[in-house]
Each structure stands twice: as C-alpha cells, then as structure tokens.
C-alpha cells in the first residue's frame, strides 16, 4: 500500500473549525450507525443534484468522522469524468494508479490504495475514460467494491451530481444506499426533486439528506434538533465539490 497526504485544502473536523461544524458530522455519523445497525449499508454513495454543492467535502469529513470511532474505511472518487479528492487532499494524481486503471484491470485495488494523514485510505480518480457511465456501472466496478468489503468496513463512493449526468444513479445499483447532500439556497427545488426522482427510478436507497452550508445565524436554527438521517452544517460546508 502506497502512503500518501499532506495537508487539506478544505476544513476538516480534526482542525479548527466551529463546533457546530464537527458535532454535525458526530451526529450524521450516529444517524448513519443507527441506519446501519444491521451490518447493511456499507457501501455508501456520496452525490448531490449540482456541482458546487460540497459533496466532496462532506465525503472527506464523513471517512474521518468514522475512522474516529474504528472504522476501517475506503473513499473512492467515483467521478470518473472530473475527480476531485485528490486536489482536496493534496494527493498528487497518478496515472498509473487509480480507479480508471483498476477497473481497466491495468494494476489490482491493493497497489493502488493510498493511505492518508487522516485515517482512511482512499483510490483516487485518473484521466476519464471513453465510457464513463458503463465503466462505473460494469461488473469490474461491482468486483472491485466487493473486494473492498474484504478490508474495509465502509466503503464511501464520491459521485457526480445525478442532475448533470448518470453516474451517480447507475453507480447506486451496485452500492447499499446513497447520502444525498443539499447546499443551502444553492439548487433550485426543481433541481433536486429532479435529482432525487433519478435516483429514485432506479431503487436507490437514499439514506439521508445532508443540509450543506446551512447558515447558523439563522434564528429559525435556534429549535433545530437532529432527526432521523439529516444532519446541518456550517458555512464550512461551501467548500468542496
């Protein structure tokens, strides 16, 4: 295993950021265990309706958030047309390496897993194939998740937005449900009522909804309460993809 990760470009919940901002991933983290408590949900798609809606970051900040409890955990950028984590994570893009490659059977999962500072390995993304959406949906992607599973206790799969293209929908037919994450004022309700119905035509599991770069100045957040699979987040949350 290779070993990689220099300092984020993003907030993280080990640095210094609002409290409000590391107890809502404590708190997503607790719902999603609860949701999981029968051993399911391991593999679990990270995706929103648009770019620019901090995903990314939320995928990032949710794989520390369970390797802070034990977990063993594996964050796959899944965008195959325009990966992203290894920007976030300061992780220099190899070509040789990377889930384009594995899936093309050029090298094997284990050599290509890299170790970060944080806690969780992660396999990064690499130049975009020719057939992004079957290449994500095909049974290389199903083998290689699988794999995974023998290492890892959870596997977190960062995918385009569902809004833009079919990835992240075809993707969810291979993992055990998806977190859907939301910005704030951001996309418009038709775009995610869109989005969300994508996923629902393919018997996506949505585990959730992720309110990113919720505004806590609000004073309608004052009798906020944590419920169910949701989770809010400080304007931290903007940064990311």
């Not at 991933?25 to 770019?51: C, E, M, Q, W």
């Not at 949505?206 to 990113?212: A, E, P, Q, T, Y």
């Amino acid at each position: 295993m290779k070993n990689a990760g220099r300092i984020p470009s993003i907030p993280l919940i080990t640095g210094k950021v609002p409290f409000e901002y590391s107890e809502a991933y404590k708190a997503l983290r607790t719902n999603f265990n609860f949701a999981a408590v029968d051993g399911g949900n391991r593999k679990v798609i990270i995706t929103s309706a648009i770019p620019d809606e901090g995903k990314s970051s939320v995928a990032i900040n949710f794989a520390i958030s369970l390797t802070q409890i034990g977990k063993r955990v594996l964050l796959i950028d899944a965008d195959l047309r325009k990966p992203s984590v290894h920007l976030y994570l300061n992780i220099k893009r190899d070509p040789e390496h990377n889930i384009a490659t594995v899936l093309a059977g050029s090298v094997t999962l284990e050599e290509s897993i890299i170790g970060t500072v944080h806690g969780f390995d992660v396999l990064i993304g690499g130049v975009t194939p020719p057939n992004p959406a079957e290449l994500i949906s095909s049974h290389a992607m199903d083998a290689l998740l699988g794999k995974a599973l023998e290492t890892y206790d959870y596997v977190i799969c960062d995918a385009p937005p569902v809004g833009l293209v079919t990835d992240a929908a075809a993707l969810s037919t291979l993992c055990d449900g998806v977190l859907f994450v939301v910005r704030q004022g951001f996309a418009k309700k038709n775009m995610v009522q869109g989005a969300i119905h994508k996923l629902h035509t393919v018997n996506a599991k949505i585990l959730g909804i992720v309110m990113n770069h919720y505004d806590l100045s609000d004073a309608s957040t004052k009798d906020y309460s944590y419920y169910g699979h949701y989770g809010k987040y400080g304007k931290y949350g903007k940064y990311g993809k």
